[in-house]
């Protein structure tokens, strides 16, 4: 079946990288998402990875994905306060007709 | 120019009553969703449409009724309120049923008391 699988929390302190990581079980998936959720707000594309891609940065984003294991990452250099939501990894489902969304990884930042 | 918009953004109702969140897009997409963020932060498929018509019914209760009057609405309807229904809904939408990405509104809290 399809499953997307994240961590619920991670913490970094101010001006550090933060690496939040997911796994996937859709071989099939062709696009990745990131989605970001600050509090009381709706869902903000953050960025998005083809599956023939190994890596994409966009700014302070990196993304990696290791399309043998599953796994994808997605790195935030140089963290600061507003980065602080919930970061939730998505797939497209084999048969492209829906997104399936990890449990979100909580990132909080300590000064 | 918001693109995916949701009313009311709170609903608060007692068990028992019938309510109903309206979604409205104006991408000009024609796949639209709507999803349960349950208080966890889970996110769950509860229905997808293509063209006004129903292609996914995650096995919600028949008590969720959606109801796409043209491509650009997909309302949801809720009769008979139950306390776990609580929640908010988000509804979202995208272009075609391929690999595109997906724009969410805003939620709607239901509180069900």
């Known amino acids: 079946g399809e499953d997307v699988e994240q961590s619920l929390f991670l913490s970094v302190r101010e001006g550090d990288s933060s690496v939040i990581n997911c796994t996937y079980t859709?071989?099939?998936?062709?696009?990745l998402y990131w989605y970001k959720q600050e509090p009381g707000a709706g869902l903000q594309l953050l960025t998005y990875?083809?599956?023939?891609?190994d890596m994409k940065q966009d700014q302070r984003l990196t993304v990696l994905l290791n399309k043998k294991d599953k796994h994808l990452s997605l790195r935030i250099a140089d963290t600061q306060t507003g980065d602080s939501a919930i970061y939730f990894c998505?797939?497209?489902?084999?048969?492209?007709?829906?997104?399936?969304f990890g449990s979100g990884t909580r990132l909080s930042i300590r000064p | 120019d918001t693109a995916v918009s949701q009313t009311p953004k709170y609903l608060v109702t007692q068990m028992g009553n019938d309510k109903s969140i309206k979604c409205e897009q104006n991408?000009?997409?024609?796949?639209m969703y709507w999803y349960k963020q349950d208080s966890k932060k889970f996110l769950k498929i509860m229905f997808s449409?293509?063209?006004?018509?129903?292609?996914i019914n995650e096995t919600v209760p028949n008590r969720f009724s959606p109801k796409s009057p043209d491509k650009a609405h997909l309302n949801l309807h809720i009769n008979s309120l139950e306390l776990g229904d609580s929640a908010v809904y988000f509804c979202?939408?995208?272009?075609?049923?391929?690999?595109?990405?997906?724009?969410f509104g805003q939620g709607t809290r239901l509180t069900v008391v």
């Open positions: 859709d071989s099939s998936s062709t696009y």
């Open positions: 449409y293509n063209n006004k018509e129903l292609i």
């Open positions: 979202a939408s995208r272009r075609g049923t391929r690999i595109t990405e997906a724009f």
């Open positions: 990875i083809f599956s023939n891609m």
């Open positions: 998505a797939e497209i489902s084999s048969s492209a007709s829906k997104i399936i």
């Open positions: 991408l000009g997409h024609d796949t």
